[in-house]
């Protein structure tokens, strides 16, 4: 089955600077890849997601990236603020089903 | 994208009974999942709940300890049986459509099992 792993663990920052999480999968039939965001003691939020046939997109601040070949994707915010402070997990699928996810990005965005 | 409402939204219960959670989405959804997040982990998809048939679970659940029903589009609910203080955790549903990719997230229900 898919395992998908994600880096770092612990990410902190200082305002303004940019933040980069990056994770890796298994299963090369997987085809979507969204990134949630979850504050503490909420649900998790989807933030941006990526389709294995696109190999970047962008929302404002937010980008991800995919490398197909290296079965890699990567999420990065730009312009950091306090309140971007959350946990940020990756997670891939194969059409929506069997969603695996990465064991998560602590982001501390110091002010 | 759909609102996803669980009912309860915390609990404290008793080893060796059951509890039932509830989730339900404002609209038509193809595709509602269970997952488990224990304190300061990740999300461990649980089953796929599917309509109108026995749900389809992951390693290392089983319909016994995880019974799911799904009787319509909008609508699923996970027991979970003969508790013990390691099932403690907060279960989440999601739902989406099978057009879409997306999945979204309900509040979760927070359990503690003593």
């Known amino acids: 089955g898919e395992n998908v792993e994600q880096h770092p663990s612990t990410l902190s920052v200082q305002e303004g600077d940019s933040a980069v999480i990056k994770c890796t999968y298994s299963d090369s039939a997987s085809n979507y890849f969204p990134w949630y965001k979850q504050e503490l003691g909420k649900r998790p939020q989807l933030i941006i997601d990526i389709r294995s046939n696109v190999g970047e997109k962008k929302d404002q601040r937010i980008a991800v990236t995919l490398n197909k070949t290296a079965k890699h994707f990567s999420l990065h915010i730009t312009e950091t603020q306090p309140e971007d402070s959350a946990v940020y997990f990756c997670?891939?699928?194969?059409?929506?089903?069997?969603?695996?996810f990465g064991a998560g990005t602590r982001l501390t965005v110091k002010p | 994208s759909a609102v996803i409402s669980q009912k309860p939204s915390r609990d404290i219960c008793q080893r060796g009974t059951s509890l039932t959670i509830q989730c339900q989405v404002d609209?038509?959804?193809?595709?509602m999942f269970w997952y488990r997040q224990q304190p300061g982990q990740s999300l461990t998809l649980i089953a796929t709940?599917?309509?109108?048939?026995?749900?389809?679970?992951e390693s290392g659940f089983v319909i016994d300890k995880f019974p799911i029903s799904r009787p319509n589009l909008t609508f699923s609910t996970l027991t979970v049986s003969n508790m013990s203080p390691e099932d403690s955790s907060i279960y989440l549903c999601?739902?989406?459509?099978?057009?879409?990719?997306?999945?979204?997230f309900g509040p979760g229900t927070r359990l503690t099992v003593l």
């Open positions: 609209s038509q959804v193809t595709m």
């Open positions: 709940a599917n309509q109108g048939s026995e749900a389809t679970y």
């Open positions: 997670a891939a699928s194969m059409d929506n089903n069997d969603m695996r």
């Open positions: 999601s739902a989406g459509t099978s057009g879409s990719n997306e999945q979204f």
